[in-house]
């Protein structure tokens, strides 16, 4: 197992009230480790100094929650493609390495503490219309609403998009179209999204200019970042939805 | 081969300082005889009579995909290895307890308007966890149940009126949070956290795990104890009380583990028998099957916690089976 000594200049920030300043730290690390048990070794690290340890988000570690959130080097999630941070593993570093860690940079994702940011205007633009209404009353029959297999998967391209805001982070505009249109192409595929689909369309990209997000002048970062790698048709999708939706009945 | 009996083969193979990887504590998993055992039956149904053997492959490592990719990838992404080509080197670890939430049959718990779904609840799963429960479970509950019942529960909420958040039950529970939070706060010891959760899941792991002995258990008790008195007398907790502190986040449940390990303990002694999840060494079949006590045992347990220094009180519920016979797992 081959030991790595690693300076990391991390983003310190109290809150978003104060001014934040890199602070640069040494870590050992070995080549097994993800990126966040890389960071615990610091922390615990901190902790046994009596020092404050660095605020990160973290919850699944296997790729699947959207928590783990930061700039690593200037990539969000590190410099693997299709990676989240918690699946970014040390061996892609060298002995040696100085290595620059820093919470996203958004207006819409105010910095909390160090590496973390306030993603509630994600939670914002899903209650604005990610849902789809169910009846209450006796269960349908699990079989009475047959999904295609292509339009199953189709849909679960969008389904795939874990809201950890890295097309956020990526876009030199933060805009979070590719979210956004992730989440309306998810239900509008399907037929339990297409009875507010019109609505739905329109209420969550209301929400979304209300949040502060730029706008999208198709740089395309967002796709090359995103971890779960979802593609910007979705954006065109979501685009012809929300043009069909106005032309039809404007909200 | 069921994977609670895979599982304790692979760590008992290690155990006895058979395992694979730097560390030994691996066993290997190896596809490739199944690559080609699904490639050659894709071949003979597309009609390939006379496939080359890297033709075959080729079509067995899509099923492969089709069926498990994204977990390759997943462990492509830790290991640096391609298990489409190496075997993959795998341990059994612990991700789910098998048991939660006392729930009736509309998924609400005893606490009205609070509903439980999802694997939170009770848990429709017999020795094994597999792959998807979760996912079976979660949809299940989400999608068949609770939309026909939780609305019996809104129609009667609909008129109780705005609760006033200073009524004497807020300001009580707001009192005994502060108190809490001030407590761990204020030990001010050395040790982190983390330290403590790790030895605690290693007493889990090595005592009330995939496999328990009256001895084990019974120790494992006494450990438990020792080391929450550690805990209160010795944790560091950094930062402060009133601001957003991940330290203090963890703190609050690892202080809470200690009573729901302990209980876990107390049932798995109090359960002198095999039963799904629960593997006593004392109660097997010569084949080392998990042997069921149903004479004595045919019921399910519900904890009471009293507090540290009085005993847990059992609620028990009795199963009644009416159209099915009780029969031990055979995969004969």
């Known amino acids: 197992m081959s030991q790595l000594n690693l300076s990391l200049k991390i983003w310190r920030q109290k809150n978003a009230n104060e001014k934040g300043s890199f602070e640069t730290h040494q870590v050992e690390a070995n080549e097994h480790m993800s990126f966040l048990e890389m960071l615990d070794v610091l922390n615990e690290k901190l902790i046994s100094e009596k020092k404050e340890p660095v605020a990160f988000e973290h919850d699944c570690r296997e790729g699947i929650c959207g928590a783990c959130s930061m700039v690593i080097n200037g990539h ?9 941070t918690c699946q970014l593993h040390m061996r892609h570093f060298k002995n040696g390495d100085t290595i620059h860690i820093e919470p996203y940079r958004a207006g819409a994702f105010p910095v909390i503490r160090d590496l973390v940011v306030d993603r509630a205007a994600f939670d914002r633009i899903i209650q604005a219309g990610g849902f789809v209404s169910v009846n209450t009353g006796q269960p349908q029959d699990a079989n009475a609403l047959p999904v295609e297999k292509d339009q199953a998967s189709r849909a679960f391209d969008g389904a795939e998009c874990i809201g950890c805001g890295a097309c956020v982070a990526a876009c030199p505009n933060a805009s979070a179209m590719l979210f956004v249109s992730a989440k309306v192409s998810h239900l509008a595929l399907l037929p339990q999204g297409k009875v507010e689909a ?11 200019d209300l949040e502060g997000f730029g706008n999208c002048s198709n740089v395309t970062a967002c796709e090359a970042e995103c971890p779960k790698g979802i593609s910007v048709e979705n954006i065109a999708r979501m685009n012809r939805e929300y043009f069909a939706a106005v032309l039809k009945s404007e909200e | 081969m069921p994977r609670d009996v ?50 075959i492959i080729e079509l067995g490592e899509k099923v492969v995909e089709e069926k498990y990719g994204n977990l390759f990838e997943m462990y492509e992404k830790i290991t640096g290895e391609n298990p489409y080509k190496l075997p993959m080197k795998i341990y059994p670890a612990v991700h789910y307890t098998m048991g939660g939430l006392w729930v009736d049959y ?78 761990l706060m204020s030990i001010g010891g050395s040790q982190s956290i983390e330290s403590f959760h790790r030895r605690l899941g290693k007493i889990m792991w090595d005592y009330c795990g995939m496999s328990r002995t009256t001895e084990g258990l019974t120790a494992a008790r006494q450990m438990i104890r020792e080391l929450r008195d550690e805990f209160y007398r010795d944790v560091f907790v950094p930062g402060k009380g009133d601001e957003f502190n991940p330290e203090l986040e963890k703190a609050q449940p690892a202080a809470d583990f200690f009573e729901l390990g302990e209980l876990m303990v107390v049932d798995a002694l109090n359960r002198n028998e095999s039963c799904g999840g629960h593997f006593r060494e004392e109660s097997q079949t010569e084949e080392g099957e998990a042997k069921r006590d149903d004479v004595n045992y045919r019921y399910v347990a519900a904890w009471e916690y009293r507090g540290w220094k009085e005993e847990p009180i059992m609620h028990r519920e009795d199963l009644d089976f009416d159209n099915i016979e009780l029969k031990s797992r055979s995969y004969k």
């Not at chain 1, 969000?76 to 989240?84: A, F, I, M, R, S």
């Not at chain 2, 999608?143 to 019942?149: I, K, Q």
């Not at chain 2, 958040?165 to 300001?171: D, H, L, M, P, Y």
Request: aromatic share 6%.
């Open chain 1, 198 to 208: 019109a609505r739905r369309v329109q209420s969550m990209v209301k929400q979304m």
């Open chain 2, 106 to 183: 509309n998924l609400e718990t005893n606490i009205p308007g609070l509903f439980a779904l999802g694997e939170c609840n009770f848990s429709d799963h017999g020795a094994n966890r597999l792959g998807a429960s979760a996912l079976m479970q979660g949809l299940a509950d989400g999608y068949f149940v609770l939309p026909y019942t939780i609305g019996k529960f809104l129609s009667g909420d609909i008129s109780t009126p705005k609760i006033d958040a200073n009524r004497a039950e807020f300001v009580a529970v707001e009192k005994e949070t502060r108190e809490r939070i001030d407590k």
């Open chain 2, 6 to 55: 895979a599982s304790r083969a692979a760590k008992t193979a290690c155990d006895e300082g058979l395992g694979v990887a730097p560390t030994g504590l691996a066993v290997y998993l190896d596809f490739s005889a199944a690559i080609k055992r699904y490639g050659q039956s894709k071949a003979n149904s597309a009609g390939i009579h006379n496939a080359s053997e890297a033709q």
């Open chain 1, 76 to 84: 969000p999630h590190g410099p693997q493609q299709k990676t989240t």
